[in-house]
């Protein structure tokens, strides 16, 4: 199926389809490549390929690249096994170091991990590293008396939760991302945290929902902290969530990142596992709760997954790639097809007033508004198809500003009409959703306020 707006989009999930067909019929080679990231877990992807030095060797490279950057993002790591081809593994090594084409991946890995990134080679496929993961059973805990926090970029929500019972909850407007001083947010947290805490008898545990990357409940990467520098980072913001909670007195603290705990809430309300939600906003927001219900750990930072193999499409600003979700499923991909709909918008409006223009069109049924929201629902639909290759997935919710009013309707019917016309079989097991005032209900503070298990 076209992409109606651009008909170039190459999506990755046919791409790799084409590309396992064509490898069938020719003399070909396994590869393996695992991706390691905390406590020795491991993500792996075994492949045929062509044989080395059959003149497909940039083909075989452009797949397994496109792949081990999936891998990262999706599950995260810090130290890249290539085994089977030395090859592709002397690209591979090339990409990822210092005035490499992936410096900002290998930078960004380093940091979240606190390890020096790392290419390794591996000869023979069956010495690869083996796939070994573990998801926690976080959330869904409603006994006792729980503050449950979500750090928004715009405004923080805490709720007071009494055995399930939201008491108390709030909305403070803020602004985190302006700030240098980490006392800022410190403070603001904190007094959040007190408030819902004086509509309880007392707390028995904390749940914190914040957009970013967390390990073990610390702050490794996060947008609030935006003008805070590095030192200040490392002495007031990595501990500031553990932190804040001690002030509140000694019980458990969990913190997750805010895709999880929507794909947790999502959950909940659909009372059902297997749950991806995608936040479709500034950039690409995402979670999942897998099948047994658990949040697996994974970074799940879709927006630099990439979804579609055109070399020419739009590169992001900020990991200098192409062809990765931010552009197609954000506020930018709206802006990015507006002119080719024949919109024209002002160059002087913000992103966000961008979007507004597209959607009162779209409130008025004008066809090319709508031109645009087809054009998105195939691309998602592709590309939920690639995301099953890493993800069991049973339901997908779409959520955020650029799914609101009649946009966020022709985008989910034409992912539908794309996965049952592509993808038969996936089409069997999966259903995308719009959250519904249920959904909505549960909230991504109450959701939060479920993280921790009383000890």
Not at 55 to 74: P, Q, S, V
Not at 312 to 341: H, N, R, T
Not at 345 to 366: H, I, R
């Amino acid at each position: 199926m076209i992409a109606k707006l651009e008909p170039e989009f190459m999506p990755m999930i046919k791409v790799i389809n084409d590309f396992k067909s064509a490898v069938a019929k020719a003399e070909s080679q396994k590869v393996t490549v695992c991706v390691e990231r905390t406590n020795s877990l491991m993500a792996t992807y075994t492949m045929d390929v062509f044989k080395d030095g059959t003149g497909h060797d940039d083909e075989n490279y452009g797949i397994i690249e496109r792949i081990i950057k999936t891998l990262l993002w999706a599950k995260g790591g810090f130290r890249v096994f290539v085994a089977g081809s030395k090859v592709i593994y002397d690209r591979i090594a090339a990409d990822y170091c210092v005035g490499g084409a992936r410096e900002f991946d290998f930078n960004f890995m380093a940091r979240v991990y606190e390890r020096p990134f790392e290419v390794c080679y591996v000869e023979n496929v069956a010495d690869a590293p083996k796939e070994n993961d573990a998801a926690s059973p976080i959330g869904r805990h409603l006994d006792g008396c729980r503050i449950g926090f979500d750090a928004g970029g715009s405004d923080r929500k805490v709720s007071a939760v009494v055995d399930g019972k939201t008491v108390y909850s709030e909305e403070v407007v803020w602004f985190p991302k302006l700030q240098s001083d980490p006392m800022y947010h410190y403070e603001g947290i904190l007094e959040a945290m007190k408030t819902a805490a004086s509509h309880m008898p007392r707390v028995d545990a904390i749940g914190v929902s914040s957009a970013g990357v967390y390990v073990d409940n610390k702050i490794m990467v996060a947008s609030l902290f935006l003008k805070v520098n590095d030192d200040d980072f490392e002495k007031h913001v990595k501990n500031m969530y553990i932190n804040v909670a001690k002030e509140i007195g000694d019980v458990p603290v969990e913190v997750a990142n805010d895709g999880d705990v929507t794909a947790l809430a999502g959950a909940m309300s659909l009372e059902d596992n297997g749950v991806m939600g995608i936040a479709m906003g500034t950039s690409e927001a995402a979670g999942y709760v897998d099948m047994d219900g658990n949040i697996t750990g994974w970074l799940n930072e879709l927006a630099f997954v990439p979804v579609d193999y055109n070399k020419g499409a739009m590169v992001d600003e900020w990991s200098g790639d192409y062809g990765c979700g931010v552009k197609y499923f954000s506020q930018d991909a709206v802006i990015k097809l507006a002119p080719k709909a024949g919109i024209e918008l002002d160059e002087s409006l913000s992103p966000a007033e961008k979007l507004k223009v597209v959607q009162g069109l779209m409130e008025k049924d004008d066809p090319r508004a709508a031109a645009i929201y087809e054009t998105m629902g195939t691309y998602f639909g592709y590309t939920i198809a690639y995301y099953s290759l890493f993800y069991d997935i049973k339901h997908v919710l779409i959520m955020g500003r650029v799914t609101s009013g009649k946009g966020g309707t022709i985008l989910l019917d034409k992912a539908n009409e794309v996965i049952k016309t592509e993808f038969p079989e996936l089409d069997k097991k999966l259903k995308l959703h719009i959250p519904d005032e249920k959904a909505r209900r549960v909230g991504q503070s109450v959701a939060a306020a479920s993280l921790p298990k009383i000890k």
